[in-house]
């Protein structure tokens, strides 16, 4: 990687330039925490309160440390913004980007931006665990909103922001739309294997409805277990639910033995508030292997069952079939490696979603 960075300088990390200030957004107010509903409890950029051991899996215990759709908000006309980092594990996968799994990357609104606008990315040398980059850089200062990703699959001890010593810094304007929509499921939620943090079909869609979300997807461990459903419940002022844990529960059967437990205890605390359950995506594997071909029908009839049924007396309970999530081009083009979306896959996810959830929000019901 040194050689390459000599060859081209845009591979290379780049460096602060001039005085800079670094804040915690731990200590400073003027920074939104946001997708981290036990932030302020915790004390650290996990997304299950630090209590939660023994009570849920090992291996949610283990994932609910890396802070995937955490995003940190702020305000300032800082001409250039830093990044330093801490994370406390090293890069492990050979299908997913360093920066995708233990980076950040940052968005920016200016007052004639309709939306966030993506800048930047940290760069650093493998393996590093701690690392500063600049991230957003320009020639003048102009107030912008600042949104920057957390890491997607590794668990964040420390990020400081370095803005010009002379910049502003201030809170965040609102968000369009109040309250939170969370999301639970699996590896696809948790955002692998998205080239950087920003491409999660969920940080796309809270960026397209300007809203907070929260997600909660754990890599090969969002089987449904009775006991997420009271963490889910437990998140104050939640708009919309999205259960999306097919491809995790389908194979060992926790879809079909917990689902009913796991609604009825999020009903337990939001008994109005719209649930939407997604069936898994498009997989390679399930054209050629008649074990995964019968799972996903399997699967698939038991989530239309349960809803159909269900919606009788539960008037906000609907199901996506995840066979479109995909959409009707290319299907078999938007993944790594035959299961988890690329960023081609996991945006065009966010475009099936993005006019359902919208519709849910806003009181329509499912779209025709």
Known sequence: MGKLETYDKNMAPVAAEGNVCFFDPKTNPAFVIEGLPWFRQNGNYHRLPDDCGGKVSEAVFWLMRQPSGGMIRFRT???????????????????????????????????????????????????????????????????????????????????????????????????????????????????????????????????????????????????????????????????????????????????????????????????????????????????????????RARTLKFMRDFVEEQSKTDKNLYFFDGNKLFGDKDIYEMTVDGTHPTDLGFYTVANVLTPIIRDLLDGKGMPC
């Open 77 to 295: 006309n800082s001409a250039q913004i830093t990044l330093r980092m801490k994370n406390l594990g090293d890069y492990q996968m050979s299908h997913m980007t360093a920066c995708g799994q233990q980076g950040a990357d940052l968005y920016y609104k200016r007052a004639c931006d309709p939306e966030y606008l993506f800048s930047g990315v940290t760069k650093f040398n493998e393996p590093a665990t701690e690392y500063e980059t600049v991230v957003f850089r320009a020639d003048d200062k102009e107030d912008k909103e600042i949104l920057i990703n957390l890491p997607l699959y590794e668990e964040l001890g420390e990020i400081l922001i370095g803005l010009d010593a002379d910049a502003t810094l201030e809170t965040p304007c609102a968000r369009s739309r109040e309250g939170k929509l969370v999301v639970y499921g699996t590896s696809t939620t948790q955002g692998g294997c998205a080239s950087r943090p920003g491409m999660s079909y969920t940080n796309i869609v809270s960026r397209r409805l300007d809203m907070e979300f929260v997600n909660l997807g754990f890599s090969g461990s969002g089987l449904g277990e009775p006991v997420m459903g009271e963490y889910l419940r437990a998140i104050p002022d939640v708009k919309l639910f999205i259960l999306d844990y097919d491809s995790n529960g389908g194979r060992p059967g926790t879809l079909e033995k917990y689902m009913d437990q796991l609604v009825a205890n999020i009903r337990a605390g939001y008994p109005d508030t719209p649930i939407l359950i997604l069936s898994k995506h498009p997989f390679t594997v399930d054209l050629f292997i008649k074990e995964f071909v019968a799972l």
